[in-house]
């Protein structure tokens, strides 16, 4: 529900990218979630003695689990995964960047902003926080006034002024000029976390935009994108994706063990 309230309640380019990727990510996790409830159900019926209800199921829905798990990551289509590794990189590295700078969490219900927008006021360490969730949130011109502020403040780095500057031109007006992003990109060291969110942040940028124009392979640059980033993707993917996912199909097997061992118990 809180996805559905964020998707109604902010311009449609802003959660481009979240609707590229959601629809073959849903399907995956149901498919892995079909497959954690079939192996709980199969082998409590096969395997468990319906009498060691405290060892059991507990087994079982950690098997379940981790096969469920596994088969939601084969499920989901390795090129759409590759891009997906880069932009949830990519989105960690803003995030822990953001609550660093505010010392609280990014604020994700729409309800929240307001109040968030009015305890966090403009200063050269808020300034690109606020712009940010401006932005998102369609308050366009608020967002270009404060971007005014925290170019004279010499906010962040060129290349975040540069990356929001680009975000708030295309949410309002559907632009792609990504002229000054990869001016400031380009005298960064290379394999610098800097460089790396920079060119991730111009395929970021190119898949939005060909998504929205109904690109097939709207999702290509962040495919190559990903290529550059290492390993680092890799645990972030686990750690923000499929980890809650894992910890769901563990309950949802518990689940299906207890009412077969029980139903058998007590028959």
């Not at 073959?24 to 979630?33: N, Q």
């Not at 405290?54 to 989901?76: E, H, R």
């Not at 307001?114 to 932005?135: G, H, K, M, N, Q």
């Not at 369609?138 to 906010?155: K, L, Y």
Request: glycine letters at 8%; zero cysteines.
């Amino acid at each position: 529900m809180a996805r559905r309230s964020i998707l109604d309640s902010v311009p449609e380019r802003s959660t481009a990218a979240l609707r590229g990727f959601s629809p073959a990510l849903r399907r995956s996790m149901v498919i892995g979630g079909l497959v954690a409830s079939g192996v709980a159900f199969v082998l409590s019926l096969a395997v468990v003695d319906p009498s060691t209800l405290f060892l059991g199921p507990p087994l079982i829905a950690i098997a379940s689990a981790f096969v469920g798990t596994g088969i939601a990551v084969v499920a989901f289509p390795r090129r759409l995964a590759r891009a997906f590794a880069a932009y949830s990189w990519l989105g960690r590295t803003e995030i822990d960047r953001f609550e660093s700078r505010t010392g609280g969490p990014v604020p994700t219900r729409p309800a929240d902003w307001d109040a968030w927008l009015v305890a966090y006021p403009p200063s050269p360490t808020f300034l690109l926080p606020r712009i940010e969730l401006l932005a998102f949130a369609g308050r366009h011109e608020e967002a270009r006034r404060e971007m005014e502020a925290a170019d004279a403040a010499n906010a962040g780095t060129a290349g975040e002024r540069a990356s929001l500057r680009q975000y708030v031109d295309w949410l309002e007006t559907g632009s792609l000029d990504l002229t000054e992003l990869t001016t400031a990109v380009a005298p960064l060291p290379a394999g610098s976390q800097d460089r790396q969110m920079g060119e991730t942040s111009i395929a970021l940028a190119q898949s939005r935009d060909r998504f929205m124009a109904g690109d097939p392979e709207w999702f290509a640059p962040l495919e190559a994108a990903r290529s550059t980033l290492g390993s680092a993707p890799t645990g972030v993917v686990f750690r923000d994706t499929w980890r809650p996912v894992a910890a769901a199909y563990l309950l949802i097997a518990l689940a299906v063990s207890l009412v077969i061992s029980l139903s058998r118990l007590l028959l």
